[in-house]
């Protein structure tokens, strides 16, 4: 990497650019006289868009390739949406950089959770979202969908289902939250980890990108991720197995995780809390797992995965 440019690799659907594009824009402003240069790289949670999610037996498909780039020095950062990061990262590559926030939600399009009559089918890739609406309505039925988010309205809007649940913050970033029917508040439908936040990755050894990567950091939602990815850590738990979890910085300075585990179905759910000084974020999310753990999480998501 020259004194002032920066490689930054990025899976190619339209709201991994739209995120690539907001990451560059923010280098940018930071370093007047940084050239910032966009790799598109296709994962294979991109090129095999018919398989579920489960199905693939690894965690990491829409980040593992990305990640390679910066292995193979064809990039110099990379990208991620941080609900797709595993919580362990290949050797050599840190996660130096979290942007901030966007909205937590879910959120549903085609219709509002009341007004689906009993039967309707609501269409999800998520085990997460399944057990979660499951519970909240046991009566409706889930459906499985893959693609991006275009794709997955142009489902929707075939009749493939009367309602798809995705990220809200996904509906936002693409300018379609006119299709929004209803945001899910956080009380009820815990959001995934990371859900959310974009991540900047780099090489453990560039000092100098790490450097620049970390002159944008939010130090309030790096705070908020580790509690969570320390949570799903000792879970041992992927990013489509039935877990949710929500930190923030409060305004009184303090931290707050809640979490939870479900049974697939949504008949059981596993939930705790906790509260830490940000700095103390990982140690949080680490207790409040053990906590859980105790009470029988591990059971459900050793159900949860077969």
Not at 86 to 105: F, S, Y
Not at 275 to 292: K, S, T, V, Y
Request: hydrophobic fraction near 50%; proline fraction near 3%.
């Amino acid at each position: 990497m020259s004194a002032a440019s920066l490689r930054l690799a990025t899976r190619g659907s339209p709201l991994a650019l739209w995120q690539a594009e907001t990451a560059a824009r923010v280098l940018r402003a930071a370093f007047a006289d940084l050239e910032v240069t966009l790799v598109t790289v296709r994962s294979g949670g991109d090129a095999d868009t018919h398989t579920p999610l489960a199905a693939f037996g690894r965690t990491g498909i829409f980040t593992a390739e990305v990640d390679r780039t910066l292995l193979q020095g064809d990039a110099d950062a990379a990208v991620h949406s941080l609900k797709d990061m595993t919580t362990t990262l290949e050797a050599g590559i840190v996660l130096a950089a979290v942007l901030p926030r966007g909205p937590v939600e879910d959120a549903l399009a085609g219709a509002a959770l009341a007004d689906l009559s009993a039967g309707a089918r609501v269409a999800t890739g998520s085990a997460r979202r399944r057990a979660m609406l499951l519970r909240a309505r046991p009566d409706l039925a889930c459906v499985a969908i893959r693609g991006n988010v275009g794709t997955r309205l142009a489902k929707l809007d075939a009749g493939e289902a009367e309602a798809l649940l995705v990220a809200r913050a996904g509906l936002v970033r693409l300018g379609l939250e006119q299709r929004i029917a209803e945001v899910l508040d956080t009380e009820r439908f815990l959001p995934a980890v990371g859900q959310g936040a974009i991540g900047l990755t780099c090489r453990a050894d560039d000092g100098e990108t790490l450097e620049r990567l970390r002159a944008v950091c939010d130090s309030a939602t790096r705070a908020a991720v580790e509690a969570e990815r320390a949570f799903l850590a000792v879970l041992r738990g992927g990013c489509n197995v039935p877990v949710g979890a929500h930190a923030r910085v409060e305004p009184d300075g303090g931290l707050h995780l809640t979490a939870q585990v479900l049974a697939r179905d949504g008949s059981r759910t596993l939930a705790g809390e906790r509260r830490a000084a940000p700095d103390e974020a990982a140690a949080a999310g680490r207790a409040l797992a053990e906590e859980l753990l105790g009470r029988g999480a591990a059971e459900l998501l050793a159900e949860a995965r077969r």
